[in-house]
């Protein structure tokens, strides 16, 4: 009898990673939609950020033609959301912290209709939106002759990982299913960079204007104090100052929205 026994080997079996499988087929369409293979996406479920506009917490589709405009919270001047415009139809985005637990949005969107009802508008909700429930509101305003008027706005909220995305749409979008459409592909293609510091819920996620933005700003303040003095030394010498072209930005490039035009409150109520 030997003495040492025969070791058994120890076979380990790989385990492999599988890839999660991408459905086929058009969201609301062919299947129900996934949040996080049809988007709004998290930025560590994106690898691919090309043909997006760098705002930070939210990186937006570069759309031809779109306009846009950084909204700008009425106390602190922080940059709290994005207005695009599409052919008349204006969606502000904005993004908050929110719980690790999803479920944001039904709490925002009874708030919402709580506002809208005590503004004296008048809400319902849309259950057949493609990345879940709307809520299609009137709220009421001024038109040109100064009478009270109604002007359609939906709410489109989607609950992503310790992130909320909430969207207002404001125009014939809110309403016409056609330019609808467009505008959720649109929204589905943004991505949400959170940040891992923590952060109460509903704490408006500030965005940061893009590198474009800041060098046409540069670049503007620094005509502005060339002309400055240039028109100061011709008042001096008792010449007349030299003037110039008109002065516009590049196509494409965000401009900064004036103070107020945005409320980072997580309610949706957005100051006129």
């Known amino acids: 009898m030997g003495i040492f026994g025969r070791k058994k080997k120890e076979t380990v079996e790989a385990v492999e990673e599988t890839a999660p499988v991408v459905p086929e087929g058009e969201p609301g369409v062919d ?34 033609g779109m306009e846009m405009r950084l909204d700008l919270e009425k ?30 949005w039904d709490e925002i969107r009874q708030g919402l209709v709580d506002g809208i009802k005590a503004a004296g508008g008048s809400s319902q909700v849309d259950p057949d939106g493609v990345m879940g429930k709307e809520l299609l509101a009137r709220m009421p305003g001024r038109d040109s002759s100064g009478r009270v008027a109604y002007a359609p706005n939906r709410f489109i909220g989607v609950d992503g990982p310790r992130w909320f995305l909430r969207a207002v749409v404001n125009g014939p979008a809110a309403t016409d299913p056609t330019q ?5 592909t649109f929204l589905r293609e943004v991505v949400v960079n959170r940040g891992s510091e923590p952060r109460p819920p509903r704490e408006v996620l500030a965005l ?12 503007r303040r620094a005509a502005a ?13 008792g010449a007349a100052p030299a003037t110039g072209g008109t002065t516009t930005s590049a196509p494409g490039t965000a401009q900064a929205a004036a103070p ?13």
Request: hydrophobic share 35%.
């Open 180 to 184: 609808l459409a467009t505008i959720r």
């Open 75 to 104: 106390d602190t001047n922080r940059i709290v959301g994005v207005t695009c415009t599409f052919a008349g139809t204006k969606v502000q985005i904005q993004a908050f912290a929110a719980p690790r637990s999803e479920g944001l």
């Open 31 to 64: 299947r129900d939609w996934q949040r996080e293979f049809d988007g709004p996406y998290d930025l560590a479920e994106r690898e691919e950020l090309t043909g997006r506009v760098d705002l930070g917490a939210l990186r937006v589709p570069a759309v031809r």
């Open 260 to 272: 107020g035009e945005s409320s980072a409150d997580g309610t949706g109520q957005t100051e006129r």
């Open 225 to 237: 104090q060339q002309a400055a003095a240039e028109a100061k030394a011709a008042e001096q010498s």
């Open 208 to 219: 940061t204007p893009p590198q474009a933005v800041l060098e046409e700003a540069a670049r």
